[in-house]
């Protein structure tokens, strides 16, 4: 969730700098039609993120969520919002004690949001989403049936 022009060779921070292909990958989805939601619209494929309505989605449960710690949240949201019957996550390692730490809770509640809404979640390879850092079930002292690589 960052402003697009960022990515297209205006201001960047350093992230942006170390992103391998991002301007690439940028382009490649202008070329094939694909929209981009992002802070700041660019040209036909760009859209602004739809915040307030997405925001309002949620508050007649009188959740007022506005908990939105990464860019993974917002797209879950959103697809939460536009009334999706499946959401895939593919390369969510999402470790508790790495640098995503803080970005893990955020995207785990609105996984139970979507969860909730009996939209069909489907987290695809190696991750440590939905998972207690031990792998255990508490007081049960059982493994979890969702797996991931220790730490």
Same mark, same amino acid.
């Not at 499946?86 to 390692?93: A, E, Q, T, Y």
């Given at each position: 969730? /960052? ?7 205006? $201001?960047? %921070?350093?992230?942006?700098?170390? &992103? $391998? @292909? ?12 694909? %929209? ?12 602004? #993120?739809?915040?307030?309505? =997405? $925001?309002?989605?949620?508050?007649? !449960?009188?959740?007022?969520?506005? #908990? ?5 949240? !917002? &797209?879950? &949201?959103? &697809? ?16 508790? %004690?790495?640098? #995503?730490?803080? *970005?893990?809770? +955020? ?13 069909? =979640?489907?987290?695809?390879? $190696?991750? /440590?989403?939905?998972? @207690?850092?031990?792998? !255990?079930? !508490? +007081? #049960? @002292? %059982?493994? *979890?049936?969702? *797996?991931?690589?220790?730490?």
């Amino acid at each position: 969730m /960052h402003d697009v022009a960022w990515g297209l060779g205006g $201001k960047r %921070t350093e992230l942006w700098k170390k &992103a $391998k @292909n991002r301007d690439d990958a940028l382009l490649r989805c202008c070329e094939n039609d694909i %929209t981009i939601f992002s802070l700041g619209k660019v040209g036909e494929n760009y859209i602004p #993120y739809p915040i307030e309505e =997405v $925001k309002k989605e949620f508050s007649p !449960y009188r959740l007022n969520v506005d #908990y939105f710690s990464c860019g993974v949240c !917002y &797209a879950i &949201a959103l &697809a939460i919002y536009q009334r999706a019957t499946r959401i895939d996550l593919w390369g969510m390692f999402i470790a508790a %004690t790495e640098e #995503y730490a803080y *970005q893990k809770p +955020g995207i785990e509640f609105w996984i139970g949001v979507a969860i909730g809404r009996g939209i069909d =979640v489907r987290i695809h390879g $190696k991750s /440590h989403l939905l998972v @207690n850092r031990e792998g !255990y079930l !508490y +007081g #049960y @002292n %059982t493994k *979890q049936e969702r *797996q991931c690589l220790p730490l």
